[in-house]
């Protein structure tokens, strides 16, 4: 199947890291198409541990090509510190790592600005990671934005520079912000430029040619489909789409091309930052979730907020992305879990609903509807044969299965890239 596409099946952080790892390993091309460094993907393997917030983990294979497609915001000190760690660690990037020329970037006023928004709305903010994302989604759809076209053209850059520093230094002092200096940004972003300036191509060719040769692409989204700006819980969303249709803006590849939709869930959920979480779990069993799965944001190191798994929200995503297979992750975690619980449905004063029937304020009003399964009370870390799992893990696997509609095929049993099933 020449091209796939993985995707995010609930708040984000469903271990996409090590699960694309993985599936790069037979692709040519791995591109990310969404989002910017606000995502971070966990990847463990024999060159060490990295944290990657830009670069896709597909880079790792010997055989693809890593691409940063023009729908990624580009923090460039972010992405010079990631190239520089993959390099030391001894993976060469040259004809190796590719960056769009149209992808825009996150200057110093988008971080302020998105810090001095928060502060504003005071007890009513969204919860941000304070990366500059949505100011710099903002200036991309209203004509303000910079792209790395503008960087390599120094005079280019700097008329783009000034004419925005008049608009956002007004603004950065009527929120109480210290205005900034252009001088010291040209400076900052003129030495990050000559870091990247190797790795820039216009990708659309590429991608074409390597379609019509039927290569193996591989499309990584970042987040997941509920933090999508339209699908997602607004306003407690990202600032771009995440489901399969935002390829064909942040890549140029038809999303009709797509042979293999893969959704990455966690066995349980997380949701960082504010919003509506209906299977969340402020007990016990909650902060055991949050302790035996280390949930702490790879991004921002802010504590993850934990619940049961929510057939509800998947079973939807399911429909909305057009999922062929599931990657299962994080399994683990539960192994000593007397009673686990599956959120099956919903109900608001006691009807129906669903996931799709209101808002974000509606979703706070939502109540779960639960089937309880028998935990196994048995390890099952490092399991790579789905024979050996115990027999009330497997029941759980098929339950998910059977409510959601789609099969489970990859199911992870730990952090290390050899930790995985294939079904």
Known sequence: MPVSIAVGAQWGDEGKGKIIDALSENSDFVIRYNGGNNAGNTVINDYGKFPLHLIPSGVFSPNSKACIANGVVIDLEVLSNEIESIEKAGLKLNDKLYISPRCHLILPYHKILDKLYEEAKGRNKTGTTGRGIGPVYADKVSYHGIRIYDLINKNQFSEKLE?????????????????????????????????IIP???????????????????????????????DWGTYPFVTASNIIPGGINAGSGILPQKIKNSIGIVKAYTTRVGAGPFPTELLDSDGERLQKEGDEFGATTGRPRRCGWFDAELVRFAKELNGFTEIALTKLDVLDSFEEIKICTGYTVDEKPANYYDGDAVFLERVKPIYKSITGWMEKTRGIVNYNDLPANAKKYVEEIENII?????????????????TR
């Open 405 to 421: 509609g789609v099969n489970i095929k990859y199911i992870s049993t730990g952090p290390e890239r050899s930790a995985m099933i």
């Open 163 to 195: 004419t925005q520093l008049l608009i956002k230094n007004k603004i950065i002092k009527a929120l109480g912000g210290k205005p900034l200096n252009q001088l010291d940004i040209e400076k900052q972003y003129f030495s990050l430029r000559e870091k």
């Open 199 to 229: 790795f820039v191509k216009e990708l659309f060719p590429v991608f074409q040619e390597a379609i019509k040769n039927d290569k193996n692409i591989l499309l990584v989204g970042a987040h997941g489909v509920f933090l999508d700006n």
